[in-house]
């Protein structure tokens, strides 16, 4: 069940719970059968980093692991001090067994430890994990990005190609590297432009920095910042990020690199299980771990119907065949989280 909240009424509803019981009082509603969780977004689902964890979440719930009837909360959206401020009232409520804090923000560690039999999850680079119930969860879309750029460097005409970035952040780098080293396994004489919103949603940054690499010549844009309508106006090819944006925008996107969180939360639910049913410490861990393709942490989006007669059958099976030899282990797309340049 999805219940949508703002931060005001989680605080009223805070307080009038310790005026009629007392925090301390409130009893957790914990148990092998029932899984409560909270989830704190950034920036609302309009955003591809949070509508996929969301939409992950949904189909975890309906999944119902190890029989559990799971619920959650949504606050939408926080940031800031106010993630704290947030995650100490879920805390204090005693109503919650896991609260993801998938804000970005690197605070779960001013909180989790008051709080010991809750597991807190942090996600995103600008966390650095933790230890004991303090847990971290990390995406990589490098992977489906790689698959983009080899049909970028089939279907651009001049061998530009543009990146309109949100921050030049650990998780965001690895996403423009593969994408230009795919464009470069097909096109050795790719050329690249980058740009930085220094943001993670300004869409009207977005469209500014768009219009000006599709001005210096970019003629296909890779945007993982949320705006198309450069795109959409200059009549261009466009790749979406994180989520399948092709709806927004079905004249010019052609496809997304898409997160899929469903192990990621998997994991988070089985370590809470075995810590609730077995007895087992909270392991959290500051080891990064990401979930492949190949483990369904990321996919490319199906391919935009709306524009395969401008997709040519060989540029398909080329696209069919990279994400083969990724899935099967034949193609290693490398890591490279070094800041990318324009060319």
């Not at 591809?48 to 939408?76: C, Q």
Request: aromatic share 10%; proline share 5%; with cysteine.
């Amino acid at each position: 069940m999805l219940k949508i909240k703002n931060f005001i009424k989680i605080i009223l509803l805070t307080s009038s719970l310790s005026v009629l019981f007392g925090a301390a009082s409130i009893t957790q509603a914990a148990s092998t059968k029932n899984l409560n969780i909270a989830v704190l977004i950034c920036c609302g689902m309009e955003s591809g980093w949070d509508s996929t964890f969301v939409h992950s979440m949904d189909r975890i719930v309906a999944a119902k692991p190890h029989g559990l009837n799971i619920t959650y909360e949504l606050t939408e959206p926080i940031y800031g001090d106010d993630v704290v401020d947030a995650m100490t009232l879920y805390a204090e409520s005693g109503e919650y067994d896991i609260i993801f804090n998938h804000t970005g923000m690197p605070n779960v560690s001013k909180v989790n430890g008051d709080y010991p039999d809750i597991a807190f999850v942090s996600s995103g680079s600008g966390n650095t994990g933790g230890t004991g119930n303090h847990y971290w969860i990390y995406k990589r879309v490098h992977e489906p990005a790689y698959v983009m750029g080899v049909m970028a460097g089939h279907l651009t005409e001049n061998g530009k190609l543009g990146i309109v970035g949100t921050f030049p952040a650990d998780d965001v780098n690895d996403e423009i590297n593969a994408y230009f080293a795919g464009a470069r396994s097909v096109r050795p004489d790719i050329r690249q432009t980058v740009s930085f919103i220094e943001s993670w949603y300004d869409p009207g940054k977005a469209a500014e920095m768009t219009s000006a690499q599709i001005a210096t010549g970019a003629d296909i844009i890779f945007s993982l910042a949320n705006n198309f309508t450069a795109c959409e106006d200059a009549g261009i090819l466009c790749f979406g990020n994180f989520a399948d944006e092709s709806p927004y925008s079905p004249t010019t996107i052609v496809s997304s690199a898409m997160a899929v969180w469903d192990p990621d939360i998997t994991r988070i639910i089985d370590a809470w299980w075995d810590f609730k049913e077995n007895g087992k410490p909270h392991s959290g861990t500051p080891v990064l771990k990401f979930a492949s393709m190949a483990d369904g942490g990321s996919k490319m989006a199906p391919l935009n119907p709306a524009l395969m007669d401008r997709i040519p059958e060989d540029v398909r099976k080329a696209v069919e065949q990279t994400v083969a030899d990724i899935m099967s282990g034949d193609l290693i797309v490398k890591l490279d989280v070094s800041v990318p340049k324009s060319d």
